[in-house]
């Protein structure tokens, strides 16, 4: 069943109802790199029992059929829990392309234990995200009620301003951007959110302080594992920023612990104090699936993020898959580089060592941790340096790596 077709039909139900219709944890099929909201064409698959071992694969007989040229016909199976365990657990069945938990390979064979949220891709390619059933009914519920205000705004007419129309006092109105109403709506496009609390807005060099006490904290966190002023997020020309106030507990951004210096914070990923989520709302910039921040301007799409969080081998396939024309720069701690791409193929490609074409790709595939910029540029130009498209560069290491 696609999203969009779930949400239609479950999206209105109480949780209540709909965890005693779904006790069960979803595969929900994580979406590409787009500048799209609900993704809704993403295929979900509810597990209905917790009796027997679920089947993942391209067979008409698996349980979980994938529709997909690298995904075995009993690729990888889903060992419900134990009477004693509430625990889910995932093993290869020995598949051709393998099979990986957030990112890393597992041995065929071998029963890895599942949490909440993980990503579980099979191949090169396709990624179903597991989720339990509280956590995939409140994503419902977002996209519910995201869906249900983009219909109300579709029905609501335009109204026109008109700067010469006189007003009650005989002038006419214009723009004052110290009106505090024109303010106030501008600040509060950029926001710090934490459901179900009201959001906060981010003033430009403004800090908001986080924490467990009214008297010092501005988003009121009432928890014992949040300190009285836990951390603080400040918005600034360039970026967003959180930084760790000597909390207890500490906070984590992405997963990593922030430190008393000031150090980004990307709109749409997680920001975790003690029990809670927070996350920064903004215009203009949409969350993908993937934790990447997509910039939105007149001219360019730029995807920005971290390569501890997607892989520099997600960020190939999805240029490739979605044929693709631009230039991704990479910078990791020991060598820089970038690559170019013309409808999906690779182009060029250099490193900082001197490199160039498919053996600094190559070396460049060895990036895990750094950042990438990918740039979209239909002004690729000069003659193409690397041969081989990306998927065929990409196995050709998978298959030297299990080679060494």
């Not at 509430?86 to 099979?99: E, I, K, P, R, V």
């Not at 215009?283 to 993020?305: C, R």
Request: proline share 5%.
């Amino acid at each position: 069943m696609e999203l969009g077709e779930f949400i239609s039909r479950y999206g209105r139900l109480s949780e209540e109802t709909f965890l005693a219709s779904f006790e069960h944890p979803f595969l929900i099929e994580e979406g590409k790199l787009v500048l799209e909201g609900a993704h809704e064409d993403r295929q979900v698959f509810p597990i209905r029992t917790s009796a027997e071992s679920i089947t993942i694969g391209r067979s008409k007989r698996a349980a979980v059929r994938v529709k997909h040229e690298q995904i075995s016909n009993r690729h990888a199976v889903l060992w419900p829990p134990s009477v004693e365990d509430s625990t889910w657990y995932l093993m290869d069945m020995n598949s051709t392309n393998g099979t990986y938990v957030d990112g890393v390979r597992i041995e065929a064979g071998d029963r890895i234990p599942l949490r909440s949220g993980m990503v579980l891709r099979f191949g090169l390619e396709k990624r179903l995200a597991f989720l339990n059933a509280r956590e995939f009914y409140r994503l419902v519920c977002k996209l519910q009620t995201v869906k249900e205000r983009h219909e109300a705004e579709l029905k609501e007419p335009e109204s026109e301003f008109d700067p010469n129309a006189s007003t009650p006092s005989g002038g006419t109105r214009t723009y004052d951007p110290t009106d505090d109403h024109a303010v106030s709506e501008q600040a509060a496009a950029v926001l710090l959110c934490c459901d179900p609390h009201d959001p906060i807005p981010l003033n430009m060099n403004t800090p908001v302080t986080v924490g467990r006490s009214p008297r010092t904290a501005t988003m009121v966190l009432p928890h014992h594992e949040v300190s009285r002023k836990h951390c603080e997020v400040m918005r600034r020309a360039d970026a967003i920023y959180v930084r760790d106030l000597g909390s207890a507990n500490g906070c984590f951004n992405c997963g990593r612990r922030v430190g008393s210096g000031w150090e980004e914070l990307l709109p749409g990923k997680p920001l975790n104090v003690g029990p809670f989520s927070l996350y920064v709302e903004m215009p203009g910039i949409t969350h993908s699936d993937y934790g990447m921040t997509a910039v939105v301007q007149a001219t360019d799409i730029t995807l920005a993020g971290r390569l501890e969080e997607v892989s520099l081998e997600d960020l190939l396939q999805d240029v490739e898959s979605n044929t693709k024309t631009g230039t991704l720069r990479l910078r990791g701690s020991t060598i820089d580089g970038h690559v170019t791409f013309r409808n999906g193929q690779p182009w060029t490609a250099s490193i900082s060592t001197g490199e160039r074409g498919l053996k600094a790709l190559r070396r460049l595939l060895h990036l895990h941790a750094g950042s990438f910029r990918l740039e979209l540029d239909e002004g690729i130009a000069g003659e193409r340096e690397i041969p081989l498209a990306f998927g065929e560069v990409l196995l050709d290491e998978l298959f030297s790596e299990e080679d060494d």
